[in-house]
């Protein structure tokens, strides 16, 4: 079946410092990859995404490249802050028989930075 | 994007009762989708909200428990029945838009404890 693997935290960095968040997936066919992140006491944010191999999202600092040889979509942002603590989701998308695309999400990974 | 109001924001119910959440988006969308958060886990797809016709539920979710309705392509509603503290979550909405997007765009979540 369909399924994302991504790495447990929580994870505590230092401001400034290099982060990485790996993310793996089981999934047949070619799925859309994403990541979520929820902020304290808000609802899922929509933090980047990517279609198709080799695609790379991006957005507020943040990368992370589809790829398919190793199924894995790793977050990673070069410099965080503190105001970057958050839950990060990595998810898929599938196309199914009956025609919707429901999400299929990670774990979560906690990740809080300290100044 | 779209943009997804969820009333209401949080609610303590007590135990036997019943709550009706409401999702509103800014937009026409073709699908919606409900899903459940619970406490420090990840988010579970309860059901698609299909519009017009009944809802198409996951494994280990049904219909007497969590009735669905979606009178339009912008409004749904999530009544969770017969509450009991198990029940205790962040239920979230979300919506997608057809064509080439396959991107969900959330709703902020209902925070529901049940006493």
């Known amino acids: 079946g369909n399924s994302v693997t991504q790495m447990e935290g929580p994870v505590t960095l230092s401001e400034e410092a290099f982060l990485t968040i790996n993310c793996t997936y089981t999934?047949?066919?070619?799925?859309?990859l994403f990541w979520y992140v929820q902020y304290p006491g808000e609802g899922l944010q929509l933090l980047l995404k990517a279609t198709k191999a080799d695609d790379k999202g991006s957005n507020k600092g943040f990368e992370a490249t589809y790829r398919k040889e190793t199924t894995s979509f790793h977050l990673e942002k070069g410099s965080v802050q503190v105001s970057d603590s958050a839950v990060y989701f990595c998810a898929l998308t599938y196309n199914r028989n009956s025609g919707n695309t429901p999400l299929v999400f990670g774990k979560g990974t906690r990740l809080s930075v300290i100044a | 994007s779209a943009v997804i109001s969820q009333k209401p924001s949080r609610d303590i119910c007590q135990r036997g009762t019943s709550l009706t959440i409401q999702c509103q988006v800014d937009s026409q969308v073709t699908m919606m989708f409900w899903y459940r958060q619970q406490p420090g886990q990840s988010l579970t797809l309860i059901a698609t909200a299909n519009q017009g016709s009944e809802a198409t539920y996951e494994s280990g979710f049904v219909i007497d428990k969590f009735p669905i309705s979606r009178p339009n392509l912008t409004f749904s509603t999530l009544t969770v029945s017969n509450m009991s503290p198990e029940d205790s979550s962040i239920y979230l909405c979300?919506?997608?838009?057809?064509?080439?997007?396959?991107?969900?765009?959330f709703g902020p979540g209902t925070r529901l404890t049940v006493l």
């Open positions: 999934a047949t066919g070619y799925p859309s």
């Open positions: 979300s919506a997608l838009r057809g064509g080439s997007t396959d991107t969900q765009y």
